[in-house]
């Protein structure tokens, strides 16, 4: 998809919710907007542009809403290995 046409319209949901007077729910409710009714693909590339130009085109409040957002999707990582003394339960010996 076009990264123009995703800016523009990114920016038009910001305009949307920019009308919010608490700003942190206008941040959220773009974040939002843009999961669920975004296919992941234009996220995906928005992400990208985000990530290779720094957002250029978009407007402040849409840039701190996608920051915001994906701070919740940065899962850290689980560390999942067995101790080497550990019993795994496993019915060998």
């Known amino acids: 998809m076009n990264i ?5 319209m990114a920016n038009q949901i910001g305009t949307f919710y920019a009308s919010f007077p608490d700003h942190e729910e206008a941040r959220t409710g ?3 907007h843009l999961e669920r009714y975004w296919a992941p693909r234009m996220r995906k590339r928005l992400a990208e542009h985000v990530a290779q130009t720094r957002g250029a085109g978009l407007d402040p409040i849409v840039l701190s809403a996608l920051a915001e957002h994906r701070k919740g999707h940065d899962v850290p990582a689980i560390d999942t290995s067995v101790p080497e003394d550990a019993d795994t339960g496993g019915d060998a010996g």
């Open 4 to 8: 123009d046409n995703l800016v523009t």
């Open 30 to 32: 773009i974040a939002l």
